[in-house]
T-cell receptor, first 111, second 114 residues
Framework: KQEVTQIPAALSVPEGENLVLNCSFT??????LQWFRQDPGKGLTSLLL?????REQTSGRLNASLDKSSGRSTLYIAASQPGDSATYLC??????????FGAGTTVTVRA | DARVTQTPRHKVTEMGQEVTMRCQPI?????VFWYRQTMMQGLELLAY????????DSGMPKDRFSAEMPDATLATLKIQPSEPRDSAVYFC????????????FGSGTQLSVL
Protein backbone atom coordinates (compact mmCIF):
# COMPACT_ATOMS: atom_id res chain seq x y z
CA LYS A 1 0.00 0.00 0.00
CA GLN A 2 1.32 3.42 -0.97
CA GLU A 3 2.24 5.65 1.99
CA VAL A 4 2.58 9.37 1.30
CA THR A 5 4.21 11.65 3.86
CA GLN A 6 4.45 15.41 3.95
CA ILE A 7 6.87 17.12 6.27
CA PRO A 8 6.59 19.59 7.89
CA ALA A 9 2.91 19.57 8.85
CA ALA A 10 2.97 23.36 9.16
CA LEU A 11 5.20 26.18 7.97
CA SER A 12 5.21 29.92 8.65
CA VAL A 13 7.33 32.30 6.56
CA PRO A 14 7.56 36.06 6.00
CA GLU A 15 6.24 37.44 2.75
CA GLY A 16 8.76 37.27 -0.08
CA GLU A 17 10.53 34.17 1.13
CA ASN A 18 10.64 31.11 -1.12
CA LEU A 19 8.64 28.09 0.04
CA VAL A 20 9.84 24.50 -0.19
CA LEU A 21 7.26 21.77 0.48
CA ASN A 22 8.24 18.13 0.63
CA CYS A 23 6.36 14.97 -0.28
CA SER A 24 7.69 11.43 -0.02
CA PHE A 25 6.11 8.16 -1.14
CA THR A 26 7.00 4.52 -0.57
CA UNK A 27 6.07 2.91 -3.90
CA UNK A 28 7.97 4.38 -6.82
CA UNK A 29 5.75 2.63 -9.41
CA UNK A 30 3.53 5.63 -9.91
CA UNK A 31 1.69 6.99 -12.93
CA UNK A 32 1.99 10.58 -11.73
CA LEU A 33 2.03 12.89 -8.76
CA GLN A 34 -0.38 15.76 -8.30
CA TRP A 35 -0.11 18.80 -6.03
CA PHE A 36 -3.28 20.38 -4.68
CA ARG A 37 -4.10 23.50 -2.73
CA GLN A 38 -6.90 23.54 -0.16
CA ASP A 39 -8.24 26.73 1.41
CA PRO A 40 -10.17 26.49 4.70
CA GLY A 41 -13.69 25.19 4.10
CA LYS A 42 -13.05 24.70 0.42
CA GLY A 43 -12.31 21.89 -1.99
CA LEU A 44 -9.01 20.89 -3.50
CA THR A 45 -7.63 22.89 -6.40
CA SER A 46 -5.18 21.12 -8.67
CA LEU A 47 -1.91 23.05 -8.99
CA LEU A 48 0.48 20.83 -10.91
CA LEU A 49 0.55 17.29 -12.27
CA UNK A 50 3.87 15.60 -12.95
CA UNK A 51 3.85 12.43 -15.04
CA UNK A 52 6.18 9.62 -13.98
CA UNK A 53 8.35 10.25 -17.06
CA UNK A 54 8.86 13.92 -16.17
CA ARG A 55 11.30 15.51 -13.76
CA GLU A 56 9.47 18.78 -13.18
CA GLN A 57 6.52 20.98 -14.03
CA THR A 58 6.22 24.75 -13.77
CA SER A 59 3.31 27.14 -13.59
CA GLY A 60 4.02 30.77 -12.83
CA ARG A 61 5.71 30.99 -9.42
CA LEU A 62 5.17 27.28 -8.80
CA ASN A 63 7.64 24.57 -9.69
CA ALA A 64 7.26 20.91 -8.78
CA SER A 65 10.00 18.32 -9.13
CA LEU A 66 9.78 14.54 -9.08
CA ASP A 67 12.47 12.00 -8.24
CA LYS A 68 10.84 8.60 -8.55
CA SER A 69 13.91 6.61 -7.61
CA SER A 70 14.12 8.27 -4.21
CA GLY A 71 10.34 8.53 -3.81
CA ARG A 72 10.27 12.29 -3.45
CA SER A 73 8.55 15.33 -4.89
CA THR A 74 9.12 18.96 -3.96
CA LEU A 75 6.88 21.95 -4.55
CA TYR A 76 8.67 25.29 -4.75
CA ILE A 77 6.73 28.54 -4.48
CA ALA A 78 8.83 31.57 -5.34
CA ALA A 79 8.45 34.94 -3.64
CA SER A 80 5.61 33.88 -1.35
CA GLN A 81 2.60 36.15 -0.79
CA PRO A 82 -0.06 36.19 1.94
CA GLY A 83 -2.48 34.80 -0.66
CA ASP A 84 -0.38 31.64 -0.80
CA SER A 85 -1.50 30.77 2.74
CA ALA A 86 -3.32 27.44 2.47
CA THR A 87 -2.84 23.72 2.95
CA TYR A 88 -0.91 21.98 0.20
CA LEU A 89 -1.45 18.29 -0.43
CA CYS A 90 0.38 15.90 -2.68
CA UNK A 91 -1.16 12.74 -4.11
CA UNK A 92 0.41 9.88 -6.03
CA UNK A 93 -1.42 7.66 -8.48
CA UNK A 94 -0.27 4.03 -8.40
CA UNK A 95 -2.97 2.42 -10.47
CA UNK A 96 -5.42 3.59 -13.05
CA UNK A 97 -7.64 5.37 -10.57
CA UNK A 98 -6.46 5.38 -6.96
CA UNK A 99 -4.83 8.49 -5.47
CA UNK A 100 -2.91 8.23 -2.22
CA PHE A 101 -2.88 11.54 -0.39
CA GLY A 102 -0.44 13.00 2.07
CA ALA A 103 -1.78 14.73 5.19
CA GLY A 104 -0.76 18.12 3.83
CA THR A 105 1.46 21.04 4.83
CA THR A 106 -0.33 24.11 6.17
CA VAL A 107 1.45 27.25 5.03
CA THR A 108 1.12 30.69 6.59
CA VAL A 109 2.74 33.62 4.82
CA ARG A 110 3.09 36.60 7.16
CA ALA A 111 2.68 40.08 5.70
CA ASP B 1 -14.90 27.52 -15.93
CA ALA B 2 -16.09 23.93 -15.77
CA ARG B 3 -16.34 22.65 -12.24
CA VAL B 4 -17.67 19.87 -10.09
CA THR B 5 -20.81 20.96 -8.24
CA GLN B 6 -21.80 19.49 -4.89
CA THR B 7 -24.96 20.03 -2.88
CA PRO B 8 -25.65 20.76 -0.12
CA ARG B 9 -22.55 22.65 1.03
CA HIS B 10 -23.47 22.09 4.67
CA LYS B 11 -25.73 19.58 6.37
CA VAL B 12 -26.57 19.25 10.05
CA THR B 13 -28.71 16.28 10.99
CA GLU B 14 -29.55 14.08 13.92
CA MET B 15 -28.29 10.58 14.43
CA GLY B 16 -30.44 8.03 12.65
CA GLN B 17 -31.57 10.35 9.87
CA GLU B 18 -30.95 9.71 6.18
CA VAL B 19 -28.47 11.97 4.44
CA THR B 20 -28.18 12.37 0.67
CA MET B 21 -25.31 14.23 -0.97
CA ARG B 22 -25.31 15.08 -4.66
CA CYS B 23 -22.61 15.72 -7.19
CA GLN B 24 -22.65 17.00 -10.75
CA PRO B 25 -19.39 16.02 -12.44
CA ILE B 26 -17.76 18.10 -15.15
CA UNK B 27 -19.45 17.51 -18.50
CA UNK B 28 -17.50 14.95 -20.49
CA UNK B 29 -15.78 13.38 -17.51
CA UNK B 30 -16.46 9.66 -17.26
CA UNK B 31 -15.01 8.92 -13.82
CA VAL B 32 -16.46 10.02 -10.49
CA PHE B 33 -14.95 9.61 -7.04
CA TRP B 34 -16.32 10.10 -3.54
CA TYR B 35 -13.78 10.98 -0.84
CA ARG B 36 -14.20 11.66 2.86
CA GLN B 37 -11.88 14.02 4.72
CA THR B 38 -11.38 14.04 8.49
CA MET B 39 -8.64 15.45 10.67
CA MET B 40 -7.71 11.99 11.90
CA GLN B 41 -7.77 10.02 8.65
CA GLY B 42 -7.15 12.67 6.01
CA LEU B 43 -8.65 11.92 2.60
CA GLU B 44 -10.12 8.45 2.15
CA LEU B 45 -11.57 7.03 -1.05
CA LEU B 46 -15.12 5.82 -0.52
CA ALA B 47 -16.27 4.95 -4.04
CA TYR B 48 -15.18 5.07 -7.66
CA UNK B 49 -17.33 5.02 -10.80
CA UNK B 50 -16.30 4.72 -14.41
CA UNK B 51 -18.89 5.26 -17.13
CA UNK B 52 -21.52 5.23 -14.34
CA UNK B 53 -20.56 1.73 -13.20
CA UNK B 54 -19.34 1.30 -9.61
CA UNK B 55 -15.87 -0.24 -9.79
CA UNK B 56 -14.63 0.21 -6.26
CA ASP B 57 -16.65 0.83 -3.13
CA SER B 58 -14.31 -0.98 -0.76
CA GLY B 59 -13.82 2.18 1.30
CA MET B 60 -17.50 2.49 2.17
CA PRO B 61 -19.22 1.03 5.23
CA LYS B 62 -21.60 -1.20 3.28
CA ASP B 63 -24.27 -1.45 5.92
CA ARG B 64 -25.12 2.25 5.91
CA PHE B 65 -23.53 3.90 2.87
CA SER B 66 -24.60 3.62 -0.74
CA ALA B 67 -23.42 5.39 -3.88
CA GLU B 68 -25.12 5.57 -7.26
CA MET B 69 -24.95 7.33 -10.60
CA PRO B 70 -28.50 7.51 -11.95
CA ASP B 71 -27.18 9.29 -15.03
CA ALA B 72 -23.97 10.82 -16.34
CA THR B 73 -24.73 14.21 -14.78
CA LEU B 74 -25.56 13.07 -11.26
CA ALA B 75 -23.81 11.04 -8.59
CA THR B 76 -25.31 10.50 -5.14
CA LEU B 77 -23.94 9.33 -1.81
CA LYS B 78 -26.46 8.23 0.82
CA ILE B 79 -25.99 7.46 4.48
CA GLN B 80 -28.83 5.66 6.24
CA PRO B 81 -28.90 5.71 9.21
CA SER B 82 -26.34 8.42 9.92
CA GLU B 83 -24.10 8.31 13.00
CA PRO B 84 -21.99 10.97 14.73
CA ARG B 85 -18.80 9.27 13.47
CA ASP B 86 -19.93 10.07 9.90
CA SER B 87 -19.30 13.77 10.58
CA ALA B 88 -16.73 14.83 7.99
CA VAL B 89 -16.34 16.68 4.72
CA TYR B 90 -17.40 14.62 1.73
CA PHE B 91 -15.83 15.47 -1.60
CA CYS B 92 -16.83 14.44 -5.07
CA UNK B 93 -14.20 14.51 -7.81
CA UNK B 94 -14.38 13.82 -11.53
CA UNK B 95 -11.92 13.20 -14.32
CA UNK B 96 -11.21 11.31 -17.49
CA UNK B 97 -10.47 7.61 -17.28
CA UNK B 98 -6.84 7.98 -18.33
CA UNK B 99 -4.55 7.69 -15.29
CA UNK B 100 -2.45 10.49 -16.78
CA UNK B 101 -5.14 13.11 -16.38
CA UNK B 102 -5.87 15.50 -13.49
CA UNK B 103 -8.63 14.97 -10.99
CA UNK B 104 -10.99 17.88 -10.27
CA PHE B 105 -12.68 18.26 -6.89
CA GLY B 106 -15.93 19.87 -5.82
CA SER B 107 -16.18 22.20 -2.82
CA GLY B 108 -17.44 19.43 -0.58
CA THR B 109 -20.37 18.81 1.76
CA GLN B 110 -19.64 19.52 5.40
CA LEU B 111 -21.72 16.96 7.32
CA SER B 112 -22.40 17.19 11.05
CA VAL B 113 -24.35 14.37 12.67
CA LEU B 114 -25.52 15.25 16.19
Amino acid sequence: KQEVTQIPAALSVPEGENLVLNCSFTDSAIYNLQWFRQDPGKGLTSLLLIQSSQREQTSGRLNASLDKSSGRSTLYIAASQPGDSATYLCASRTNDYKLSFGAGTTVTVRA
Amino acid sequence: DARVTQTPRHKVTEMGQEVTMRCQPILGHNTVFWYRQTMMQGLELLAYFRNRAPLDDSGMPKDRFSAEMPDATLATLKIQPSEPRDSAVYFCASGLSSPFEKLFFGSGTQLSVL
